[in-house]
């Protein structure tokens, strides 16, 4: 049994969400340069420049990108033969997003509760953690930050299984469509199908953890991500919605086993600005 | 190039009238800040009768929450957020005298109805440039409703902060207008941009 300090996951937490809301990985950055490329719209092309431009700026002055600094939402891979030391993994987690939103000059944009007073819990807590067991003592964690702008665009829908792939490519299409400018694209469409309600919300988040425009293992899904891709960017809304050929970066698919009556498929977007990193301790 | 205008705030009716969809301007003067807490406070007051904690007459908002400022800077990142969310506050607004909001993302039917009737534009700054456009902001004051936090309605001093025209007050709408330019194409010219 490996023993991991609570300590050291909270320290490790606060880096990375002060890392990720700072500096934008590798991936995110060529899908930036690609972008421009490709663009012909010359607003859509100034829009990708200034994209570029505020990456650098964040990265080299340790600012936010955006001033919504998200919802962190943490997917977590723990080997089983591990135990944490001082406390709970999740208190842990919750302390590292406390200390790296408050020591890192992040917004504070988490209420208390939905409905009755929206009271700001002042501290970003608490994060979303979705926990997975897995083999062996390392213990895998990975933050997106989820703004609330590309959030509120997600979608579900339990189609038939007649509807088919015909059903999933329009319902996919109608999301991005019905999002225009508000996710701020150009977006990762992370796109979940099968499973049951609530594990098809949970691979299509987990999709934009991905490095961006890395293509499915099985071929036909990568082939459905290639298709989606082209129409998707065939919708016109172009970078921030002003019009353009980038809609999106990538369409990234995660599919499930699921019931003989259900298709159930999600879409998650994540806005020009990917912000995920992960650390393995 | 598309041309840049230049304006200056307190807007006047004339300012208005000479702005058009797609257009590119930057903003000299003030800006107030407010969201969603705010809109509702604000419309609440309007609904009661009582005076706004400033004179919204000519002066135009910026929808954004901005990040906690660092030690001798004046404001944190701050981007704008999406407007729709202030679709049901905004018309009590613009039947004020607001005459400009500053957001991203598309209005409702009836918000543009009133921007039509009552003169006011709605531009769009560039959603998620938010370290960017910190650089353009000089001067930030909490005036209103601090207890709301980063939802609080301040005071920003801005110098050529860069916008876009999305609605214009003869009916004009860069969202509408770019999307059709641009979905009109052969779906077999489309290029994917994965890195393959």
Redesign the interface.
């Known amino acids: 049994m490996r023993r991991i300090h609570f300590n050291d996951i909270v320290e490790k937490v606060r880096d990375l969400c002060m890392e990720a809301n700072y500096s934008l990985s590798k991936d995110v950055i ?2 930036y340069e ?2 421009l ?2 663009e012909k ?3 859509g092309q100034e ?1 990708l420049k ?2 570029m ?2 990456a650098r ?2 990265d080299t ?1 340790k ?7 998200g919802l962190a939402v943490f997917f977590v891979e723990m080997g089983q033969d591990i135990s944490i030391a001082g406390g709970l993994l999740n208190d842990a987690i919750n302390e590292g997003v406390r200390q790296g939103y408050s020591k890192g ?5 988490a209420v208390a509760e939905p409905v009755f007073e ?1 009271r ?1 819990t ?1 501290d970003n807590t608490p994060a979303i953690i979705h926990t997975e067991l897995v083999s062996g003592d390392r213990l895998k964690i990975m933050l997106d930050i989820a703004g ?2 590309c959030e ?1 665009m997600a979608a579900l829908k339990m189609l038939r299984p007649a509807d088919g792939i015909e059903g999933v490519r329009q319902f996919v299409i109608d999301t991005v469509r019905n999002a ?3 996710p ?1 694209p150009p977006v990762v469409v992370g796109v979940g199908i099968g499973g049951d309600f609530e594990k098809v919300a949970m691979i299509a988040k987990k999709a934009l953890l991905r490095p961006v ?3 499915h293992q099985r071929l036909e899904v990568a082939s459905l ?2 298709d989606l ?3 998707v ?6 970078p ?7 809609t999106a ?2 369409v990234h698919v995660e599919i499930h086993p699921c019931h003989i009556a259900s298709l159930p498929v999600a879409v998650n977007l994540g ?3 990917s912000r995920h990193k992960s650390i393995t301790i | ?2 041309k840049t205008k230049k304006i200056k705030t307190p807007v006047t009716d004339d300012t208005i009238s000479d702005l058009r969809a797609g257009d590119k301007v930057e903003i000299t003067g003030i800006l107030y800040t407010a969201r969603d ?1 705010a809109h509702k406070r604000l419309v609440q007051l309007i609904k009661e009768g009582k005076d706004l904690p400033f004179d919204i007459n000519g002066q135009i908002l910026y929808f ?7 030690p001798g800077m004046p404001i ?4 704008p ?2 407007s ?1 969310r202030m679709d049901p506050y905004s018309p009590y607004l613009i039947e004020r005298g607001l005459k400009g909001m500053i957001g ?3 209005r409702s039917g009836g918000v543009i109805e009133a921007m039509i009737k009552h003169r006011c534009v709605y531009f ?1 700054a ?7 456009l ?2 353009r902001i000089k001067k930030a004051e909490i005036i209103a409703f601090e207890d709301l ?2 939802e609080a309605i301040r005071v920003l001093e801005v110098e050529d902060f860069p916008v ?1 025209v999305i609605n214009d007050i003869y009916g004009g709408d ?2 509408k ?9 052969n ?1 077999h010219d ?7």
């Open positions: 060529a899908a690609r972008a490329e490709i719209s010359p607003l829009v200034q994209i431009e505020n700026i964040a002055e600012m936010p990108l955006c001033q919504d600094t000059y992040l917004r504070k944009s929206r700001n002042s609330g702008g509120n225009g400018a508000n701020c425009g890395q293509p991500e290639e891709l082209k129409r960017n065939h919708l016109g809304i172009g921030v919605g002003l019009g353009g050929l980038v970066f990538a806005c020009h600005s | 190039m598309i807490a954004v929450g901005p990040t906690p400022s660092k944190g990142s701050a981007g957020t999406t729709g991203k993302g598309a769009a560039i959603g998620g440039v938010a370290a960017l910190s650089k936090g980063t876009i860069l969202y207008e770019g999307l059709k330019q641009y979905s009109s194409l779906i489309i290029i994917n941009c994965h890195p393959r």
